[in-house]
């Protein structure tokens, strides 16, 4: 059995026993699974179009949660930016009976405080805002924020599950969705349905103000101290001049220092209906119990509005830009962006092997050059983004190696770029690449939430659980003319996009090394 | 070879049996509580039927081995352990330790070119992972169990028998010299690195690589050679399986392995131990930087054992910044006061030597010393008062009923033994530590912060911008502030350092 087969096997194999329960496996008829299409996911659509995949698997007695609301920062108008991320934020503190001993009163306090809230953003939207009345309103709010408190219980929603042993609660909201996660023990899985269906339907955004500050801290931890952060940002922001991609899913300051309660509750009602939510449990579960109590606790939330359209799309790309960024950091990077099209397209899986391709693990073509033969770069990443439902980036990243320049770097990435023009790549090096693909993606199978993530994902934002696994199997059948047709056809430089940092020499100023 | 029960475990899972918060529940004078929370309240959970798989552990040619045979998925991890990182060595050979496990995945094998070994990675469809710390080496090998044989016969020559290929160890020396430039450019990573140095000194612990570390001397084959001898020998080996290998496949096995191992030339030399500064004070390195990282702690000489002094801390730990949003720390800091996204304490209790206890986190300039005040007061607070027996209830509930995921794979599982051993603790520890976990009280915890945290001793080091702080950092009143130069950072001079 030569390496390819053993692999192919390997592959299958792994596959089957991932995700089938022992009690399946167990039985000599049983079938086998060849590939993820063929798992034994159990759908369930409620009347009011909301969808949960079940998913049961073997181990240890634990569930994971997923639920995919399709909501991100592309469904947010100019000026709301961060929208979506802080709602997420505050969806953890509470409804109107978990975090609270009175939500009557705390409402008549979010009333004052909005009110004083709005003065404050007449003030700064002035020509001339007066500092120090400023000043006294956010100190004003901060005292009506504690008069609230008085009537809540901080942290209950956190409090409830943590001391249920749950494990990895969290969320994350991207360009196209908003995901919550957690793990719990089997035997307490229906407390996470009672919790999240409370949660859909009467959540209150208490400790607005406090929390639009805690999100500008997150802000700048992972933007504005980060090289890699002011990077991207600014990378998305010139490529995508109209296009919501080009916006900052933490939002900017003046935009998450203006958002209203009345914002949030809007967005909230646009978005978190039951047809946009999309569930998938997998783990120790009894798939019959996970759906009686899917219909027993979501069943009757109202439906709400299908996702709105994003209907902008960026006007074609008339030549290259290049941006510079001034930070304290010790070395030069960059990050260079090509405009490629969508997931939908029928160039996506060629382009998905084609990041793998230049830039994945040890073998990749970069890496060899770049990193091992010419030292240029102490490493090197290649990746497609920020989402994948609209026209996007192809993003190459690099760290040139001392005294090397971003310059140096570039030339070598296009003399590798051309190459590919020319010739295709071997048979033998494409394979390797599908084999890594495919590796990958079976071992990130082993876990329950890994799973859980990728069901809801694919279900949410590709209409179908099977959608990652269908593409996964057109990665598998990419030719190298394929790839030599994506580079030729998408690689130009009228398309590209290129950020570079630079190292801050002295105060307010920036020298490339 | 000996298997071990869990009973402890078992009862502790029982459905409801450590729910907390009894006063939260309704009573019956009080009117009928809303339905969301009701609906929560009145949930109960059946018992959860598990039995822990058991470990089974062995000497095999003098090697401890463990074993746990899983034949859910046709896959099989190996696990090894070789004691002997950078702190069981000098400086001089800081460079070469650290490098090993980048070393020994991509610098070939005695037999095969760098590319062989990643052809024959690539055609074997196997997962290895290489790490090091201060004290020991480790590596693990995932295959499936028809690529068993060859799959080990390659991970084990990469271990036994590596080339140290000339080309792969100066591209690594290379990266990490570029790394040393870039140091700053995370800056909690930075600020750790710094706060290290400044608490350990020039103890293993507070090194960081630099270029004088990693000039041409520090990587030759002679320096890699005699390190790996010293390191990679059968005295200093622990092994692991876990899947699907049963032992009576898996012992001849594993006897084939340890005969190739060499024995050790000598005991491995002891790691030195470590003198931490004490006396307190705030260090500030300054940065143009839009955020401040925070880092304070002090020396604590509490040790991880059997001890339930031991088990306070850790839920004490919780409590104050460990347990997430639900912490003190955060629940102030984040959901009160908007001062930072996350906020985190720590408590190292090293088997060994001094550990440290302290807090770490992240604010924009003007708000720094309103955050670290409030952080002193909460720390203040856990020396004087007893957390509530609620605060106490739920910590317990979510370590004990979160157990369960102790045991989410084999490796996991194989794996936690094998640390257990390591580190001399006995191999019923997770038992211990649940009953341990379960029986701390509010009282513990006051007598144990009590007794080893003091906010007048911390060393606080600030990386951010002096010029834009909210109040000079010499009101906290926790001694002098010094101010050192960010491009040459060293710890303050003068420093008393503690010895336990």
């Not at chain 1, 009011?48 to 909501?71: D, E, H, I, S």
């Not at chain 1, 509750?265 to 009894?286: E, F, M, P, Q, S």
């Not at chain 1, 590798?416 to 693909?437: D, W």
């Amino acid at each position: 059995m030569n390496g390819r087969a053993v692999m192919a096997l390997a592959l299958a194999l792994a596959l089957a026993a991932v995700l089938l329960p022992r009690a399946v496996r167990a039985q000599p008829d049983a079938p086998t699974p060849r590939s993820g299409l063929e798992l034994p996911v159990r759908e369930v659509v409620l009347d009011n179009g909301m969808r949960f995949f079940l998913l049961p698997r073997p181990g240890a007695p634990t569930v994971a949660f997923v639920v995919q609301y399709r909501v991100g920062g592309v469904d947010e108008a100019p000026g709301t930016t961060g929208l979506a991320h802080l709602l997420e934020h505050l969806l953890f503190k509470g409804t109107t009976t978990i975090g609270t001993t009175d939500v009557a009163a705390e409402r008549a306090w979010f009333a004052r405080m909005d009110a004083v809230h709005d003065s404050l953003r007449h003030e700064r939207a002035a020509p001339t805002p007066d500092t120090a009345r400023l000043a006294q309103w956010a100190a004003r709010i901060a005292a009506l924020e504690d008069s609230a408190r008085a009537h809540t219980v901080p942290n209950a929603f956190d409090r409830i599950l943590a001391r249920n042993g749950a494990r990895g609660l969290n969320a994350s909201t991207t360009a196209e969705a908003t995901t919550y996660h957690v793990e719990l023990p089997a035997n307490r899985a229906e407390l996470w349905f009672a919790l999240e269906a409370d949660r859909m339907r009467s959540p209150v955004f208490r400790e607005l103000h406090v929390e639009r500050d805690v999100v500008l801290e997150e802000r700048r931890m992972r933007v504005e101290t980060t090289p890699g952060g002011l990077l991207h940002e600014a990378l998305l922001a010139h490529a995508f001049t109209i296009h919501p991609y080009g916006q900052p899913v933490v939002g900017v300051p003046s935009d998450l220092e203006a958002i209203t309660r009345a914002q949030v509750k809007a967005h909230h009602r646009r978005h978190y209906g039951a047809r946009n939510a999309t569930v998938a449990i997998v783990g120790d579960l009894d798939p019959d119990q996970m759906a009686r109590w899917a219909e027993e606790y979501f069943g009757d939330l109202p439906p709400g509005d299908p996702p709105p359209l994003v209907t902008t799309r960026e006007p074609e790309q008339r030549g290259r830009r290049d941006i510079r960024v001034v930070f304290d950091a010790g070395g030069p990077s960059a990050l260079l962006g090509w405009r490629v099209p969508s997931i939908h397209d029928d160039d996506a899986p060629a382009l998905a092997v084609l990041a793998s391709l230049l830039a994945g693990g040890r073998s990749s073509r970069l890496h060899r050059r770049l990193v091992d033969q010419e030292r240029l770069v102490t490493g090197v990443t290649a990746s497609m983004g920020p989402g994948e439902l609209f026209p996007r980036l192809f993003i190459i990243g690099v760290t040139p190696r001392s005294p090397h320049t971003v310059a140096e770097v570039e030339a070598a990435l296009a003399h590798e770029l051309e190459a590919l023009r020319r010739t295709p790549p071997s048979p033998a090096e494409v394979g390797r690449v599908q084999r890594q693909i495919e590796a990958g993606r079976v071992r990130r199978l082993q876990s329950s939430l890994g799973l859980a993530f990728q069901l809801a994902g694919s279900a949410s934002l590709l209409g179908d659980w099977r959608a990652t696994f269908e593409f996964a199997e057109r990665m598998a059948a990419v030719r190298p003319v394929d790839i030599q047709r994506v580079v030729e056809r998408h690689f130009r430089d009228d398309r590209l996009t290129v950020v570079t940092l630079v190292p801050r020499t002295t105060p307010g100023e920036g020298a490339a090394r | 070879m000996r298997f071990r029960s869990i009973a402890v475990f078992l009862l502790l899972l029982g459905g409801g049996a450590l729910d907390p918060l009894p006063a939260q529940r309704p009573d019956s004078a009080a009117p009928p509580p809303p339905e969301g929370r009701s609906l929560v309240e009145a949930l109960t959970f059946p018992p959860l039927h598990f039995d822990p798989p058991p470990v089974r552990e062995a000497v095999v040619l003098g090697v401890p081995v463990f074993h746990l045979d899983d034949p859910t998925l046709p896959l099989v991890d190996l696990l090894v352990r070789f004691e002997g990182g950078y702190a069981h060595f000098p400086r001089a050979d800081y460079a070469a330790a650290t490098a090993f496990p980048s070393l020994l995945r991509g610098g070939g094998t005695r037999a095969r070119t760098p590319d062989e070994v990643e052809a024959g990675i690539d055609s074997l469809a196997i997962q290895l992972t290489f790490g090091s710390g201060g004290g020991a080496l480790s590596s693990t090998l995932n295959t499936l169990t028809e690529t068993l044989d060859p799959a080990v016969q390659l991970w084990w020559s990469m271990l036994l028998e590596p080339r140290f290929d000339t080309a792969v160890v100066e591209v690594w020396r290379g990266r990490r010299l570029e790394e040393a430039r870039r140091s700053g450019d995370d800056p909690a990573t930075f600020a750790f690195a710094h706060f290290n140095r400044i608490m350990y000194g020039d103890h293993p612990i507070g090194w960081d690589l630099t270029a004088d570390d990693l000039g041409p001397a520090a990587l030759t084959p002679a320096r890699l050679r005699a390190l790996h001898r010293q390191i990679v020998c059968r005295e200093n080996l622990t092994l692991g399986v876990a899947g699907d290998l049963r032992w009576e496949q898996a012992v001849e096995r594993l006897r084939r392995l340890i005969e190739q191992v060499p024995p050790c030339p000598a005991p491995l030399p002891p790691q030195p131990e470590p003198t931490l500064r004490e006396g307190g004070g705030v260090v500030v390195i300054p940065r143009p930087l839009e955020q401040s990282v925070v880092v304070l702690a002090h020396a604590t000489d509490l040790t991880q054992a059997d001890d339930p002094a031991w088990f306070a801390s850790r839920i004490g730990d919780a409590i104050l910044g460990t347990g997430g949003l639900s912490s003190r720390l955060m629940s102030r800091l984040r959901t009160r006061e908007g001062l930072v996204y996350s906020a985190s304490s720590f408590w190292t209790t090293p088997r060994e030597h001094p550990g440290l206890v302290g807090v770490t986190t992240r604010t924009a300039p003007g708000t720094t010393t309103a955050a670290l005040r409030l952080t002193l007061e909460m720390l203040e607070e856990m020396t004087r008062t007893a957390p509530t027996p609620t605060e106490v209830a739920e910590a317990v509930a979510e370590q004990v009923n979160g157990f369960v995921f102790a045991f989410d794979s084999p490796a996991t599982i194989v794996a936690r033994r094998m640390t257990y051993h390591a580190l001399g603790l006995p191999d019923d520890w997770l038992e211990r530590t649940v009953a341990g976990t379960a029986a701390v009280t509010p009282e513990a915890i006051r007598e144990v912060f009590g007794a080893h945290l003091d906010p007048s001793r911390m060393t606080i080091l600030v990386v951010g911008d002096p010029d834009r702080l909210d109040a000079p950092l010499e009101t906290l009143g926790v001694g002098p502030v010094v101010v050192i130069d960010p491009a040459t950072p060293s710890a303050p001079s003068g420093s008393p350092r503690s010895r336990r």
